[in-house]
């Protein structure tokens, strides 16, 4: 048999596509399953600095170090983030994480700036209540937070 007999014969063989190959449906299934597991563990909850308020599970910060970060918050005057949003939440929830792995009390706020003329402006252009728009919209960008995973 001749090289080029072999070479044919192994490439018949081979399977089309690999048994485990990743897929932009696969990596959305591990993304939400992980984020369903993060949210329903409460991974990325901070307990109470002081006094006798804990959650469900009895957590607490008694003892343990508290950290704050805070980011700039969106402005819901547009209909979603854009890539500049991540670019500034990403060092922050970083930090956050290496503060949270040290076993701190992490609490990492995020807010919306939904006051001011961004949310009028954006209301008037679509012609509808400033309230409205400022709702969907940050039910929106709190899904795309959501999305991107971040602590």
Request: charged share 20%.
């Amino acid at each position: 048999m001749s090289e080029n007999d072999t070479n044919a014969q192994a490439t018949s063989n081979a399977p089309a596509t690999p048994q485990y190959r990743y897929t932009t449906e696969m990596a959305q299934r591990i993304e939400e399953k992980w984020q369903d597991i993060w949210e329903s563990e409460g991974t990325f909850w901070a307990a109470n600095v002081s006094g006798e308020l804990t959650d469900s599970k009895g957590r607490h910060a008694d003892g343990r170090q508290s950290f704050f970060a805070m980011d700039m918050f969106p402005y819901p005057s547009g209909k979603g983030l854009h890539v500049g949003h991540p670019l500034g939440y990403l060092a922050t929830d970083v930090v956050s994480r290496y503060h949270r792995m040290k076993g701190e009390n992490v609490l990492h706020a995020m807010g919306y700036d939904a006051f001011g003329l961004p949310a009028e402006q954006y209301a008037v252009q679509t012609g509808q209540h400033p309230r409205i728009t400022t709702e969907q919209n940050i039910a929106n960008m709190r899904r795309q937070l959501r999305r991107m995973g971040l602590s």
